[in-house]
C-alpha cells in the first residue's frame, strides 16, 4: 500500500507558476513510476506527465510540454510538478499516482492521491 498526499495547489494568475507536491508514505515510494494526472469540469482525466522509477525516463502530453516538469526525490518520498505559463485553461484537480511500470506510458496506476485544486484566473 502507498499513501500519496498532494499539496501546493492555489489560485494564480495565468501566467504565474505552481509547484505542486506528492508526499508518499508505506511502500517504497522509489519502486514506482509516477504520474501527475489532472480532471477539468465536465472533462476527462488526463495524464499529463510521468517519471520512471530513477526518474530517468519522462513523459510528457503536448499540451504541457515545456510548460511542466516533472520530477522526484526518492530520498524524501516526494514527486514534484513544477508548472509555469499557467493558463486558465489549466485550471483543474490534480492528481498523482503511482503504478509498477514506466511503460506503456498507460499502464495501470495502483495508488491515487485526493487532488488538490489548481485554479488559474485570466
Known amino acids: 500500500q502507498v499513501r500519496l498526499v498532494e499539496s501546493g495547489g492555489g489560485l494564480v494568475q495565468a501566467g504565474g507558476s505552481l509547484r505542486l507536491s506528492c508526499a508518499a508514505s508505506?511502500?517504497?515510494?522509489?519502486?514506482?513510476?509516477l504520474g501527475w494526472f489532472r480532471r477539468a469540469p465536465g472533462k476527462e482525466r488526463e495524464l499529463l506527465a510521468k517519471?520512471?522509477?530513477?526518474?530517468?525516463?519522462?513523459y510528457y502530453v503536448d499540451s504541457v510540454k515545456g510548460r511542466f516538469t516533472i520530477s522526484r526525490d526518492n530520498a524524501e518520498n516526494t514527486g514534484y510538478l513544477q508548472m509555469s505559463s499557467l493558463k486558465p485553461e489549466d485550471t483543474a484537480v490534480y492528481y498523482c499516482?503511482?503504478?509498477?511500470?514506466?511503460?506503456?506510458?498507460?499502464?495501470?496506476?495502483?495508488?491515487w492521491g485526493q487532488g488538490t485544486q489548481v485554479t488559474v484566473s485570466s
Open positions: 499516482a503511482t503504478g509498477a511500470s514506466f511503460r506503456p506510458i498507460t499502464s495501470r496506476y495502483d495508488y
Open positions: 508505506g511502500r517504497a515510494f522509489s519502486n514506482y513510476a
Open positions: 517519471i520512471s522509477w530513477n526518474g530517468g525516463d519522462v
